[in-house]
């Protein structure tokens, strides 16, 4: 069997910088995959770990809590020092923050003085800063974010505690609603900050998009074997009763989805248990792409015939595509396609236009999506709005995107018209960031 010599090659780096604990997590898992002469998953594990350790080349970072935390003080108190300028940074940030200097002075530019109403009463401000995602250190995220933060109720739920529960349902479900419809979700840092993300760059709950076939036959046969979804015991003339079955369905059919789905597509999160303990959250990590880099991804946005993709590296869009046709009835508002299941099909002028636009719609956004496809294979997230059928055009059977399920990410977003300025605006509520530095 071909050996592998962890201390040798590209990657020495990577592993020399682990400690102990974590070394024997790396081997345990080459090993398994090892003998399973699964060298493909071998390569992409230990990877992600080169990645997570050193994405940065000039930067070293230690994973011990400690000295994490320690870098981070630093850096967060150059941010708020406003003696701090281009002149004197190097001076004042830590040798290994060096390379981030410039993040410092962007978050400096964002920062805000404001005074809620506790802080007037024990007479300390806070300090705010808005700014995007990629002006804080990847390796901070996981490192020093403690916990789950409510604002409404400031009650707090530990990382590790979600990492135990992540599979439990109804415990998920219970998060869900307390964390609320929000596009983003508030930490605490373990200093007391706080610190609030979009959901999409999260791997917190799980992705619609990552379903197992839409169309498998039989899927969800198991309900007819449940004694009380038997239609001989069910009374149809109350509706009261029809409309607490029919809620009970569609609770079933939750659970089975959630029990299907994948929680993460985190390289260290495959067959291994969350409770092991190799790990800060065991091997759940729900910071996975924010940790790495959002080296390459995408945004994708289409309604009503529009139809907008965005090519992005990082914080800038590099590349774009608009397509619009006229698919929608005016006056009555409804798309001729959604028009023709309900009624006769029309055979007017107007009607058979918005048909064949439909049809030229449709292709054009197959002919798009394989222009990019090289990149989207390469993307480490997808952001899709499409509302109703139209996200079949991009995940429905045999069609491009299919196959991507695991990294598309729904984008909750309400736009007006699927163009480039509602892109842009979508791109910019995903990549903020918030920050509210406690000062006590």
């Known amino acids: 069997m071909e050996s592998i010599d962890l201390y040798k090659g590209p990657n020495r780096g990577a592993f020399a910088l682990m400690t102990t604990d974590e070394k024997m997590a790396v081997i345990k898992v080459m090993f398994k995959y090892h003998r399973c002469k699964d060298f493909r998953l071998v390569c992409k594990f230990f990877c992600y770990v080169y990645d997570h350790y050193n994405s940065n080349e000039e930067v070293k970072f230690s994973q011990d809590s400690e000295v994490v935390n320690a870098l981070y003080l630093n850096f967060r108190e150059c941010?708020?020092?406003?003696?701090?300028?281009?002149?004197?940074?190097?001076?004042?940030?830590?040798?290994?923050?060096?390379?981030?200097?410039?993040?410092?002075?962007?978050?400096?530019?964002?920062?805000?003085?404001?005074?809620?109403?506790?802080?007037?009463?024990?007479?300390?401000?806070?300090?705010?800063?808005?700014?995007?995602?990629?002006?804080?250190?990847?390796?901070?995220y996981q490192a020093v974010i403690k916990s789950i933060y409510f604002n409404d109720t400031r009650k707090t739920v530990e990382m590790e505690e979600l990492a135990l529960n992540r599979n439990d349902y109804e415990w998920m479900k219970d998060l869900r609603q307390r964390i609320g419809q929000g596009k983003q979700i508030t930490f605490q840092l373990f200093n007391g900050d706080l610190i609030s993300l979009h959901k999409g760059l999260l791997n917190v709950f799980r992705n619609e998009f990552e379903d197992d076939d839409i169309s498998e036959e039989n899927e969800y046969a198991f309900l007819s074997d449940k004694a009380e979804f038997d239609p001989t015991n069910v009374d149809f003339t109350d509706k009261g009763a029809l409309l607490k079955r029919q809620r009970e369905i569609l609770k079933q059919i939750e659970v089975h989805q959630f029990k299907k789905m994948k929680m993460s597509t985190n390289p260290l999160d495959m067959n291994t248990d969350s409770t092991s303990g190799d790990s800060k959250f065991g091997y759940f990590n729900p910071f996975a792409t924010l940790s790495t880099g959002l080296k390459l991804w995408f945004i994708i946005l289409c309604e009503g015939g529009s139809f907008c993709i965005a090519k992005i590296e990082k914080d800038k869009i590099v590349d774009h595509k608009s397509d619009s046709k006229y698919v929608q009835r005016k006056k009555a508002g409804k798309r001729q396609m959604n028009f023709d299941k309900k009624s006769s099909c029309m055979t007017s002028v107007g009607s058979q236009m918005r048909r064949n636009n439909e049809r030229l719609h449709q292709q054009h956004i197959q002919e798009t999506i394989e222009e990019y496809i090289e990149d989207l294979n390469k993307a480490d997230m997808i952001f899709l709005n499409a509302p109703g059928m139209n996200k079949l055009f991009f995940v429905g059977p045999d069609k491009p995107l299919r196959d991507m399920r695991y990294k598309i990410k729904t984008l909750s977003f309400n736009m007006k018209k699927a163009n480039f300025t509602e892109l842009q605006r979508a791109f910019e509520e995903v990549i903020e960031m918030k920050m509210v530095f406690n000062m006590a």
């Open 79 to 140: 941010v708020l020092d406003r003696t701090v300028s281009n002149k004197n940074i190097q001076t004042k940030l830590d040798q290994q923050l060096w390379s981030f200097s410039s993040n410092v002075m962007e978050l400096k530019k964002g920062l805000k003085f404001s005074q809620n109403a506790d802080a007037k009463k024990s007479g300390s401000s806070d300090i705010t800063c808005k700014e995007s995602v990629f002006q804080i250190p990847p390796h901070f």
